[in-house]
């Protein structure tokens, strides 16, 4: 009996509270000097992608049957609308997955190397035009985000993140770039290693953003390097998140993402509020509350991503506190308190492995943490110290 007069009453209420908002709004909005970005920092809204690379095809993580030939321009094209759906939905920021430019590969197929030519073929270097595409789209939404791809440079491949926004010219463009520091398992046959100093957050007008890739959340250093630094928002881009994965290869990897890097943003400085966008499944997390999350595989969609909407007033302050998880004074406790029987020796796992794209489009590259067994399709080509050509193992011999 009460329920028809509440709901009268909460109907005349909103729309009281609708008709306020554009003027709440307006004194609420900030517009930042330098690029004219717009935000309501009592309402920034936020989005993971969730929508795989076009034509994706889920497989296990070094899975070494499942190919399709990756199309760069086709994922594009939908990342721009992508991009401009979230603008109308007053997205400010949104995060990519790993490499979903142009994709996740699959490892030693049944093709031999002359697969990886077609993959390395859909790669971008720095500036190409579809790059500009990207960055057109981003500035015609006045947002930022973060883009996972693989990039093209110096005749190599990378595992790159580029966090990316409004220039001061009306344009979008990198902020900062990060290459994986340590691709992880079989990404060692196509893509070479990043640097540890491209580990850095960035104070945007909204908050600190920091960014890794899926297992530089494991590797000590990369955790640590970026565990230190306080920021609020810290993506962390991860690949397939596929429920549909086979539980004996490789458990749900949504599930083992989502645990890495809510260990990861538990210990790390600034508390920040976690984004975790793989293909598929999609969370944002704030400690151990979820604000949002999609675990459903999804192969094309109706909700491309999952949002959320951050008071970035109750932002966390970013200066760095010498009691924190990850300090100058726990790197002094942990150099001080190792085993001293503890070989103290650089060993070739920790080297910077690159190698040039044919080498990778001939032979399976095989690097420290990896093991080789040639075959016909896939002789072996060991690349540590760089470009050993004497080490070449071909599978005849
Ligand atoms: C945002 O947080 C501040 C500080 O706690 C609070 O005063 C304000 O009401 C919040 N804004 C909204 C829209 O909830
Ligand atoms: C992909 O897009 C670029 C420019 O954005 C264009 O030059 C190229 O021809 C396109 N490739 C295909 C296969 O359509
Ligand atoms: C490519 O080489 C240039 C010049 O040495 C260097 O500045 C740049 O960082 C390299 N790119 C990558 C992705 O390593
Ligand atoms: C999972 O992978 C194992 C090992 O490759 C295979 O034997 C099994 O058939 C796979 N299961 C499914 C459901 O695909
Ligand atoms: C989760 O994200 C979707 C897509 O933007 C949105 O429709 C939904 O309202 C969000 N859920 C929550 C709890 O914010």
């Known amino acids: 009996m009460l329920l028809a007069p509440f709901g009268t009453l909460l109907a005349a209420a909103v729309t009281v509270y609708a008709t306020a908002v554009p003027a709440m709004r307006g004194t609420r909005m900030k517009q930042d000097v330098d690029t004219g970005f717009e935000w309501d920092p009592e309402a920034f809204k936020i989005a993971a992608v969730r929508e795989p690379p076009v034509g994706f095809v889920y497989h296990d993580l070094w899975d070494t049957t499942t190919w399709y030939n990756y199309d760069l321009n086709a994922t594009i094209a939908q990342s721009v ?25 699959a490892f030693r197929t049944a093709n031999g190397p002359e697969d990886f030519a077609q993959y390395v073929s859909q790669t971008m270097e720095p500036g190409d035009a579809q790059w500009q595409t990207l960055m057109k789209a981003f500035a015609d939404a006045k947002m930022y985000g973060v883009v996972g791809w693989a990039q093209r440079a110096n005749n190599s491949l990378f595992m790159t993140q580029s966090l990316v926004g409004p220039m001061a010219d009306g344009s979008a463009g990198t902020i900062w770039k990060h290459e994986k520091f340590r691709p992880s398992g079989e990404e060692r046959t196509l893509f070479s290693d990043g640097l540890l100093n491209t580990i850095r957050a960035q104070k945007l007008p909204f908050g600190v953003v920091s960014m890794l890739n899926c297992w ?24 397939i ?7 004996t290869v490789n458990v749900n990897p949504y599930t083992g993402w989502h645990a890495d890097a809510k260990a ?29 999350e999609s675990t459903n595989t999804l ?43 503890m070989p103290q020796r650089k060993g070739p796992f920790l080297q910077r492995v690159i190698f040039t794209i044919d080498q990778l489009t001939k032979a399976y590259i095989w690097t420290p943490g990896l093991t080789c067994t040639p075959t016909s399709k896939w002789p072996c080509l060991k690349v540590w110290p760089q470009h050993q050509e004497s080490d070449f193992t071909a599978s005849s011999t």
């Open 81 to 105: 609308k992508i991009i401009g759906r979230a603008a109308a939905e007053g997205v400010k920021f949104i995060a990519f997955p790993e490499i979903y430019f142009p994709g996740y590969p």
């Open 216 to 239: 530089e959340h494991v590797y000590p250093e990369s955790r640590f390097i970026s565990g230190a630094q306080p920021a609020n928002i810290h993506v962390a881009s991860f690949p």
């Open 241 to 247: 998140g596929s429920s549909v994965a086979n539980a």
């Open 264 to 292: 990861y943003a538990e210990t790390a400085a600034g508390s920040p509020i976690l984004m975790l966008p793989t293909y598929g499944a999609s969370g944002i997390f704030s400690g151990s509350t979820t604000l949002n």
């Open 299 to 341: 192969t094309t969609g109706s909700q491309p991503y999952v949002t959320t909407v951050l008071n970035t007033t109750t932002f966390s302050d970013t200066s760095y506190s010498v009691n924190a998880y990850n300090s100058w004074g726990a790197v002094e406790n942990i150099m001080q308190n190792l085993p001293s029987d």
